[in-house]
């Protein structure tokens, strides 16, 4: 990328993030490769009436006082509460950290109320809590401690994006949704966000339908762990879906992701990436088994 297309870009979200000018970028690039700048939902973006977030209670109860308590206490504090049991406790003292802009409290908040953990589940809510984090840390270096919160806000605002908050001005938007899982992965090289987006590819949402670029964004998801990335790049390779067949190798890359969920456990999540392995090994020649194993040696002895 030349640098006056970086700088232009660069330009572009920060005026989209609601940044000011000043705002200044320090060409940190991700392991995966050059910054790729996307567009955040902007205020103009018909979201006005959106629920707002939680702020600090007016009489903040003794365990999140801001005269005994710091916001990073606040945070570890709401924690241990949730691990108790105690839940209007730990969302008091969230909700105290995460009104100090502390990025966990923030993210934690948004979970909750996305999954239902421990309140009532909130879509709209948790959007906001993602939303207030991506912007106010889109541009923190990949290597900071806060970047995988970050990193998975910009993932659930994909989620959000993809399938719509019913009842909500929050539409199924499959094109700002890609944007949300590129910026992800390819500035902060998150592989959640990588096998999203190469899911977007395989279907042909919200991108056209290319089968290399899900495949390269499934591999850098896949040489990072992840199972599901591993088995869809796997069954790619080995069936030739809209890449070149490569069976020995796909049927490597399905073995790694069963071996994954074999030593985790089978769930129902997983059961399909089992389905698949069985299905490929059975068809496989011994030619292809054998060139597999060799490959999955290799794989064994380059990470000890």
């Not at 496989?284 to 999955?296: C, P, S």
């Amino acid at each position: 990328m030349r640098t006056y297309d970086l700088v232009v870009s660069c330009s572009l979200i920060g005026l989209a993030l609601g940044l000011s000018p000043a705002a200044s970028f320090d060409g940190t690039r991700a392991p995966d490769g050059p910054v790729v700048a996307v567009p955040m939902p902007s205020e103009t973006h018909n979201l006005g009436k959106t629920t707002p977030l939680a702020v600090a209670p007016t009489t903040p109860s003794l365990s999140v006082s801001p005269r005994t308590t710091t916001p990073f206490e606040a945070l570890r504090s709401g924690t241990q509460a949730l691990r108790d049991g105690k839940t209007d406790q730990a969302v008091s003292a969230l909700e105290y950290a995460a009104a100090k802009g502390v990025p966990g409290a923030i993210w934690k908040l948004g979970r909750m109320y996305a999954d239902g953990e421990g309140v009532d589940q909130n879509k709209l809510r948790a959007f906001e809590y993602f939303r207030t984090l991506a912007r106010a840390h889109a541009y923190d270096p990949p290597n900071t401690q806060q970047a995988r919160f970050v990193a998975n806000a910009f993932v659930a605002l994909g989620h959000f994006y993809l399938e719509g908050i019913p009842g909500s001005e929050v539409e199924a938007d499959p094109n700002r949704a890609q944007e949300m899982y590129r910026y992800a992965a390819s500035y902060f090289g998150d592989p959640d966000a990588q096998y999203h987006l190469g899911q977007l590819y395989l279907e042909g949402k919200g991108v056209a339908k290319e089968g290399v670029q899900a495949a390269r964004w499934f591999r850098r998801a896949a040489e990072k762990g992840h199972r599901g990335a591993q088995a869809l790049l796997g069954a790619m390779l080995f069936k030739g879906d809209g890449v070149a067949r490569q069976a020995a190798m796909g049927l490597f890359w399905l073995t790694v992701a069963k071996d994954g969920v074999t030593k985790d456990g089978v769930g129902a999540e997983d059961a399909w990436i089992t389905e698949i392995y069985s299905s490929a090994l059975a068809k496989a020649t011994r030619d292809e088994q054998a060139l597999a194993y060799r490959y999955l040696e290799d794989w064994m002895r380059n990470r000890r």
